[in-house]
T-cell receptor, first 115, second 116 residues
């Protein structure tokens, strides 16, 4: 499969627990993005990486959120001390830094439910 | 600041009729514009993009979009709707003059319902 892969697809956790999501981008893509989508809303930008460097973070990314891309390949998004407001679909996307006009390709997302 | 507006939460159209899903944008420079479609419990699938050139862009599944710089719009169109086109559609923009960022800004989405 040459698409963007996200795991797990679904996660139910109790409030206060930590969760970690993984994203495997398309192999030749060096840009990787995390977005959050709540019900009835469009995807909201969280952060993006170029190779292993985290170049931009949204104000939505509170101190409880951390993202890494240690070897410039897969990425993880961790949420510490989850809150009910963290319940959302977390989307990962990747794109190729070859041209400025490239589109991003999205994974199927991880749906987080905090109970 | 970049922004995208999708003024319609839902669009209903009869199967076989033409459809239009509206999008307007605001950027400081020239925009890169994209349309994505989302089916239930799925990620976003790329449909088409406008970068430069011909204002009418053709994409996947028979969709096309018309870029109108004076009206700052990028409406999605299809000549003949299918029931299978029923989904959530998102318009997105990236400002090519803002070289410090490569993020895509999405609209709130328009739910398209094609009635048999």
């Amino acid at each position: 499969d040459t698409g963007v892969s996200q795991n797990p697809r679904h996660k139910i956790t109790k409030r206060g627990q930590n969760v970690t999501f993984r994203c495997d981008p398309i192999s030749e893509h060096n840009r990787l993005y995390w977005y959050r989508q709540t019900l009835g809303q469009g995807p909201e930008f969280l952060t993006y990486f170029q190779n292993e460097a985290q170049l931009e973070k949204s104000r939505l990314l509170s101190d409880r959120f951390s993202a890494e891309r240690p070897k410039g390949s897969f990425s993880t998004l961790e949420i510490q001390r989850t809150e009910q407001g963290d319940s959302a679909m977390y989307l990962c996307a990747s794109s190729f830094r070859g041209q400025l006009n490239t589109e991003a390709f999205f994974g199927q997302g991880t749906r987080l439910t905090v109970v | 600041a970049q922004s995208v507006a999708q003024p319609e939460d839902q669009v209903n159209v009869a199967e076989g009729n033409p459809l239009t899903v509206k999008c307007t944008y605001s950027v400081s420079g020239n925009p890169y514009l994209f349309w994505y479609v989302q089916y239930p419990n799925r990620g976003l699938q790329f449909l088409l993009k406008y970068i430069t050139g011909d204002n009418l862009v053709k994409g996947s599944y028979g969709f096309e979009a018309e870029f109108n710089k004076s009206q700052t719009s990028f409406h999605l169109k299809k000549p003949s709707a299918l029931v299978s086109d029923s989904a959530l559609y998102f318009c997105a923009v990236r400002d090519i003059r803002d070289s410090g960022t490569y993020k895509y800004i999405f609209g709130t989405g328009t739910r398209l319902k094609v009635l048999a």
